[in-house]
Every structure is written in structure tokens, then in C-alpha cells.
């Protein structure tokens, strides 16, 4: 497994897209650190990028790449290999490829200007989101066998998850604004790995402030260490999920 | 070595193998034949384990290969189409199916690769290549690991007549080794020196599988394709009556 691994993975960090990728996140964040006045509120501009542009980001190109190989993924199951052996190396080289471009084009800037628990949090949230939406896109691809359709799929879980979920729990929000409803809102956030990326780091950045008593309970839940030990739980259930789904698709499909 | 039996496999409402069965014996050349759509590709990559049949089992030397996967040791598959990852060298993918099949370089069967003089070209990269150079590299691949049993896709389109000619000749002597070789082919002239047995599918079904002198007897002409062409005109003909 770890012989695929190696030449998955030096194949996509060889990609133009994943350069590209690289250089315009290491331009943005060094630009933000340099335009704002202090490195919290560059953060949490940046904070947009990793919740939006990233999902997309890894989401459409993992689904591509998954395509576009797989005449070579053909070509490796005609090999002695297990199937599982194959998905397990393709989704981790994604994964370790798009994180490795992600570690260097927000990391370096983050260690020059922020180098603290803040930092190293937005990184490993990072990471997190790229792992999930990778495995998204995975499930997109290995369910349908039409190029356009995958990505069609994998870009509307991105839109349900950034746009769609939120419209959602604001609607349950004002529709039941009578009752007590702060602390369903912890499992509400849970239901969806960007929401919870986005309260961790803006708990982090001491942001609660602003979103009222919803904020304190928050506070409370995510700052404290089984908050935090279960809310990093949550983002692994949002990787493994998919994951099974796609790998128990692809133990049997035909290629 | 290969034993079909009862294979079933079905892609939506369409049947595109039915109930096939095929014993294929020790070695020689054997040509699937069959009009587009009749199941030809299916069943080799039903045997490679690409596609999973529906009903039916197939055994390779004695063993079902229902989630097994060593048994592809044994095997060389050249696909119809070769495509490889953009952005690897010639000489990387080398590297990386020698490391998979846990090979050495030394133990490889490097002599199509002498021919089509492919170390001039390591470094290049895949993406870079035509379609006829990635053909010759699927060619290489299929025999680069001594396989007992070789399935070859469509081997000779895109490829030019001395690489052609190539081609034919490792076959014939990998034929002579003592080596089973399933090919499929729309272009029919290219077998003639090859063949041994031919296999003919219809619709998802075995219309005869018999050795090529039968066959020649049978239709009473010498070059394959016009015995084929024979075959399905006479069907053709006995359907419009």
C-alpha cells in the first residue's frame, strides 16, 4: 500500500492545479498578514478561505483526479493488489497531497506571523476539512460513473454544506426563536464539518462575543477538553463516513 | 488453465454476458471474436477481476478468483486503452510496477522493450507521450513480468507496422514458451500466423469455440477474416428467411 502511496502522492504535488493552488493561498495570507493591522484579524480572513474556497478547492480536483486516472486504476487492479490496498493509497495521497500544498501555502505565513495555539488550530482544522471533503469526493466519483455528474455532486455537498446547512439552521432558529434551543445548537454545528471548524476557531479567536448566549454555551462546550476531544472525534466521523461509503462501493464495482 | 463457468453479467436491463462457458487448455493463441457489443471486453476483464460477474464463477489454474487477488500474478493484461498518470516518467512507472509485483529489474522480461527502444524515451513524461507510444508501453507491461497467461485488448491499433510486426513476433514466441494468450482484435488479418483456436460471441453468448483448422474446414476459407465474415453473413443470411 505505501509503494502506491509514495507515487500517487509524487504525482499530484507534481500537478499544475496543485501548484497553483499552493502559490495563491501563500500570496493571500501573506498579503492578509501584511494588510491587517493585527494577525487575529488576518486569521479570520483567512478563516473564509479555508471554510469556502478549500472545500471546493479539494473537493472538485480529488473528483477530477479520480477520473481522469482511472484507465491507471484499471491498470493497478489488473495488478496483484487488493482493491481496498488501491482506494486506501489514492484517497491518502489526495489527502496527504492537498495537505502538504495546504501546510505550506497558509503554514509558512501562519509561523512567521502566529505562531501560537491559534495557528496550529487553524492548521489542523485545515487539514480536517481537506481530509472530509477529499472522502467526499471520492464518494461523488465512485457512485457515479459520469465525469459531469461527479463533480456536479461533489459541488453541491459543497454548496449544501456551506450555504445550504446554514440557511437551514437560521430557519430552525427563528421558526422555534421561543424556545430554548442553545444547547441543540452544539449538535446542529456537529451535523456539519465547516460549521464546526468555523465556532472552534472563532472560539479560538475569542469571537464568541458576538453570537450572544449561543456563544457562551459554546464556549463552554468547545472550550473545555471533552469539548475539544469530541469535537476533533466529529470531524474524524466526517471522514471515516465517507470513506467507508466509497471504498464498500468500490470493493465491488466495475471498472 | 482458464475455466468459465455459467458466467451471467448484466449491466442495467442489459445482458452483456449470458451464461458463458469456456475451458481454455495449455497453451497457444486464442482470438475472441465477436461483432461490437458482444461482451468481448467484459469477459476478459471478468477474468482479471475488473468487472464482477453477476452469477457464475471462473477458476484460474484450479482456483475460483472470487475475492482473491494473487492469482494476477499469472496474468499480463495490455488494455485497450493505456493511460498513466501525467505526471510520472516512463522509467518511474517501470519502477512502480516492478515494486508492486515485488520484481527485480533483472528479473524482467525486458526484450520488447529493447526493441521498441523504449529506454531512450525513460525520462519523458507519460502525459507527454502519443497514443501509439502509450501502446507500446501497455505491450511492454503486459509481458515485462513472464506471465503464464497473457490478455491482450485490442494489441495492435494505434500501433505502426514495424512496431506491428514486433509485437507479432514476441507473441509468436512467448506462443512457443509454452504461454496462453487471449487476444481480442477487430483487425482480423493481423492473426492469421497466430491463431490456434477461435472463439466467436454473439450477444453475450458463445456462438462456437473451435481451433482454427476446424474452423478453415468448416468454412472452407484459408484467412480468418473471411471465415469470420463467412460465419456471420450465413447468420445474417438464415435470419432473413
Known sequence: ?255 | MIKVENLTKKFGKLTVLDDVNLHLTGRGCISLIGPNASGKTTLIKSVLGLVVPDSGRILIKGSDIQGDWKYRKDIGYMPQIGRYPDNMTIGQLFKMLIDIRQSTWEQCDKELMDLFEIDKIRTKRLGTLSGGTRQKISAVLAFLFNPDILILDEPTAGLDPVACEILKEKMILEIQRGKLILITSHVLSDLDELVSEVIFLQDGKINFHKSFDQLRKDTGEERLSRAIAKVMGYKGHAQNI
Open chain 1, 1 to 255: 500500500m505505501l509503494k502506491i502511496f509514495k507515487y500517487v502522492f509524487l504525482d499530484i504535488i507534481r500537478n499544475k492545479i496543485v501548484l497553483l493552488y499552493t502559490l495563491a493561498l501563500l500570496i493571500i495570507s501573506l498579503s492578509m498578514f501584511n494588510i491587517s493591522e493585527s494577525p487575529e484579524k488576518a486569521i479570520i480572513s483567512l478563516l473564509n478561505i479555508e471554510l469556502i474556497v478549500l472545500p471546493l478547492i479539494c473537493g472538485v480536483f480529488s473528483t477530477i483526479y479520480v477520473y481522469n486516472s482511472s484507465e491507471f486504476i484499471e491498470l493497478l487492479v489488473a495488478q496483484p493488489l487488493r482493491r481496498v490496498a488501491i482506494f486506501r493509497s489514492i484517497l491518502f495521497g489526495l489527502v496527504a497531497a492537498l495537505s502538504f500544498a495546504f501546510l505550506i501555502g497558509l503554514g509558512i505565513p501562519l509561523l512567521i506571523y502566529s505562531p501560537d495555539s491559534t495557528g496550529f488550530i487553524f492548521l489542523l482544522s485545515g487539514v480536517a476539512l481537506t481530509a472530509c471533503f477529499t472522502a467526499f469526493a471520492l464518494v461523488a466519483a465512485v457512485y457515479t460513473k459520469d465525469k459531469a455528474k461527479g463533480i456536479g455532486v461533489t459541488i453541491l455537498l459543497w454548496f449544501y454544506f456551506t450555504l445550504i446547512y446554514d440557511g437551514l439552521v437560521l430557519f430552525i432558529l427563528f421558526q422555534f426563536g421561543d424556545y430554548p434551543l442553545e444547547k441543540y445548537m452544539i449538535g446542529l454545528s456537529c451535523m456539519n464539518p465547516i460549521d464546526l471548524v468555523r465556532i472552534l476557531l472563532l472560539l479560538k479567536i475569542d469571537s464568541a462575543a458576538i453570537m450572544g448566549y449561543t456563544g457562551a454555551i459554546f464556549k463552554d462546550f468547545f472550550g473545555s477538553g471533552m469539548g475539544t476531544i469530541i469535537s476533533g472525534s466529529v470531524l474524524l466521523f466526517w471522514f471515516v463516513l465517507p470513506a467507508w461509503l466509497a471504498i464498500r462501493k468500490f470493493r465491488r464495482k466495475d471498472l
